[in-house]
């Protein structure tokens, strides 16, 4: 592996299993749609993007290994310490945080599929409500979006549709009838980075998340060139 470039294996093993995750998420894989409903074109979003952020999680544990040649002295590691550090850093990027990726797949990719079918049945349904899971977990800010009505093409959605969040079980429920939400709450813990509708950018993970931020593009090329040609 040289400098500008991504371990193959490693990132195919990954985006394999967060598409694995989508298709659980979305309901559906390619085989059951048709090539030219909106369903389709938002899976195929959706795997590239998982393959977009493969890649650049690749490129950012390869630097981080890298920058973990040293020490904080700035010293050249001995083999040993260099060895205990990459295992501590590829638990951290392949089982720590893989394991929320994936569930973040799902729930995204659940959250996608709803926003087509919102938007396919917006002229008879234009209205939407927000929604969350009822429980204690729920955290404030989400709390107090609960029950918030607006149209499918309002603003509101652009900032607020879930998830919003790691772990959010947010959802929303389409309707015929509705009448504008005033005055709601907009909560103040939501992370910066999910502050976006991102069924509507057709991705399952933000753009702003920190494994995209200084990868290069060539990086996340090298990514969507390992998207598999067969779609079954």
């Not at 904080?72 to 550090?85: A, K």
């Not at 396919?120 to 800010?141: C, F, Q, S």
């Not at 509708?197 to 920190?210: D, E, R, S, T, V």
Request: with cysteine.
């Amino acid at each position: 592996i040289t400098a500008g470039s991504i371990d193959e294996r490693l990132t195919n093993l990954v985006a394999t299993e967060l598409r694995k995750a989508v298709i659980e998420g979305f309901g559906k894989d390619f085989s059951d749609l048709a090539t030219d409903t909106p369903h389709y074109k938002m899976l195929e979003s959706l795997e590239k993007n998982v393959f977009h952020f493969s890649a650049a999680k690749n490129y950012q544990q390869l630097k981080s290994m890298t920058l973990a040649l040293r020490d904080d002295q700035g010293n050249i590691r001995s083999f040993r310490d260099f060895r205990d550090e990459a295992y501590k850093i590829n638990a951290e990027y392949n089982s720590t945080w893989l394991k929320t990726e994936y569930n973040t797949a799902i729930g995204s990719a659940q959250m996608a599929g709803k926003w087509t079918d919102f938007e396919t049945n917006k002229e008879t349904a234009p209205w939407l409500r927000y929604d969350t899971a009822g429980d204690r977990r729920v955290r404030p800010g989400h709390k107090a979006l609960n029950g918030v009505i607006k149209q499918i093409d309002d603003a509101f959605w652009n900032i607020w549709y879930p998830p919003n969040g790691w772990g959010c079980r947010c959802d929303a429920t389409q309707l015929i009838h509705g009448a504008d939400s005033q005055g709601y709450e907009a909560p103040d813990d939501v992370p910066v980075i999910f502050r976006t509708n991102l069924a509507k950018q057709g991705m399952i993970f933000p753009p702003k998340h920190p494994y995209f931020i200084g990868t290069p593009e060539d990086i996340l090329k090298q990514g969507e060139a390992l998207i598999p040609v067969e779609k079954a």
